[in-house]
């Protein structure tokens, strides 16, 4: 199947994603056959205010989402030379989660940012993490850096749930971000997603031939002009700023960046000048498909996006690292 073609089908699925997080909802008078009049032609209805005030932002916040966290777990995986490699299995979400909920309930934290708390967050638990598994500078152990991972995932999110005993009128919001709930989603939420996505996108085809090399191992890297050492950083830097913006705007989605890389791999080849879009791509589908999903399963009402990402993850992991323990 030409390359071309399987981009054409991909972008198809992700817009029909798209349409379908739009035209989904509690009001039965927006369908499918209308949901882009009422973008597009301003009629003062109720409708129109639901697709374009709630569904809108909701849906780009998703797709932008999606877009980070692929594009991190791909960066992830060609650093770490790991399959199994993610935001979230190396701690790195769980991390910038806390950044969030400590920005929010100690004092002098809560003028920050909550986007530089969270890349805080992100890229201290990643600095730890990958201290663990042997630094950035030699080869690490992949089994060392998994359980590093888990380990500082699980301790930042025990802190994540420890902030609910500090400040009771915010444990009701912590609760629902930590859940990824997306359905109070709002334009100024979505915005600085553009920015980060359109930025991690870049950077991330800039280090497209980097990430090849350093699949060649270390030696090979050096001796065809790439410093090992400088791709690894910046590429973990990347993971960390992407994942941080995305769970200052929508919570800690798991799994994404775990999933999307191995499917688009399967289908699209190794080399990442050809990932790095169809990844972000997928990433923007897949999310946009468990939004739509988080609003039919209970309906008419909803579940948070991080439970139904974790629901399609959670299972995906395990396949993956028995595939990849047959494979050794």
């Known amino acids: 199947m030409p390359l071309a073609f399987r981009f054409t089908l991909l972008a198809a699925a992700v817009l029909f994603a798209a349409l379908l997080s739009l035209t989904i909802g509690q009001?039965?008078?927006?369908?499918?056959?209308?949901?882009?009049?009422?973008?597009?032609?301003?009629?003062?209805?109720?409708?129109?205010?639901?697709?374009?005030?709630?569904?809108?932002?909701?849906?780009?916040?998703?797709?932008?989402?999606?877009?980070?966290?692929?594009?991190?777990?791909?960066?992830l995986q060609a650093v770490t030379r790991n399959p199994l490699a993610s935001e979230s299995v190396l701690g790195i979400n769980?991390?910038?989660?806390?950044?969030?909920?400590l920005g929010l309930v100690i004092p002098g934290l809560i003028g920050v940012n909550l986007d530089v708390m969270a890349i805080i967050g992100a890229v201290l638990a990643g600095v730890v993490t990958f201290?663990?598994?042997?630094?950035?500078?030699?080869?690490?152990?992949?089994?060392?850096?998994?359980?590093?991972?888990?380990?500082?995932?699980a301790f930042s999110f025990a802190f994540v749930r420890?902030?609910?005993?500090?400040?009771?009128?915010?444990?009701?919001?912590?609760?629902s971000w930590t859940s990824a709930d997306i359905s109070s989603a709002r334009f100024d939420?979505?915005?600085?997603?553009?920015?980060?996505?359109?930025?991690?996108?870049?950077?991330?085809?800039?280090?497209a031939h980097s990430f090849n090399i350093l699949a060649l191992g270390d030696g090979a890297s050096q001796g065809l002009g790439v410093d090992p050492r400088r791709a690894r950083f910046i590429g973990a830097m990347l993971a960390a700023v992407l994942t941080g913006a995305s769970v200052a705007a929508a919570g800690p989605?798991?799994?994404?960046?775990?999933?999307?890389?191995?499917?688009?791999?399967?289908?699209?080849?190794?080399?990442?000048?050809?990932?790095?879009?169809?990844?972000?791509?997928?990433?923007?589908g897949l999310v946009l498909t468990a939004d739509v999903v988080s609003k039919l399963v209970r309906f008419p009402y909803e579940t948070p996006l991080g439970i139904i990402c974790a629901l399609i993850g959670a299972p995906y992991f395990l396949y993956a690292t028995l595939r990849a323990k047959n494979m050794a």
Request: hydrophobic residues 60%.
């Open 253 to 284: 989605v798991m799994f994404v960046g775990l999933v999307m890389p191995h499917l688009c791999r399967l289908w699209f080849g190794p080399n990442h000048r050809v990932l790095v879009p169809a990844v972000a791509l997928g990433g923007a």
């Open 27 to 75: 009001r039965s008078d927006v369908g499918i056959t209308n949901v882009l009049q009422l973008l597009f032609v301003n009629d003062g209805s109720l409708a129109r205010s639901a697709v374009v005030d709630l569904r809108l932002p909701r849906m780009l916040v998703a797709g932008l989402v999606g877009i980070n966290l692929a594009l991190a777990g791909l960066a």
């Open 94 to 101: 769980q991390g910038a989660a806390l950044g969030v909920a």
């Open 162 to 175: 420890f902030t609910f005993t500090l400040e009771d009128n915010l444990s009701r919001l912590v609760l």
């Open 189 to 207: 939420q979505a915005l600085p997603l553009v920015f980060w996505a359109a930025g991690g996108f870049l950077v991330s085809i800039f280090m």
């Open 131 to 153: 201290s663990i598994a042997g630094g950035l500078g030699g080869r690490l152990d992949s089994m060392r850096l998994i359980l590093a991972g888990v380990t500082v995932g």
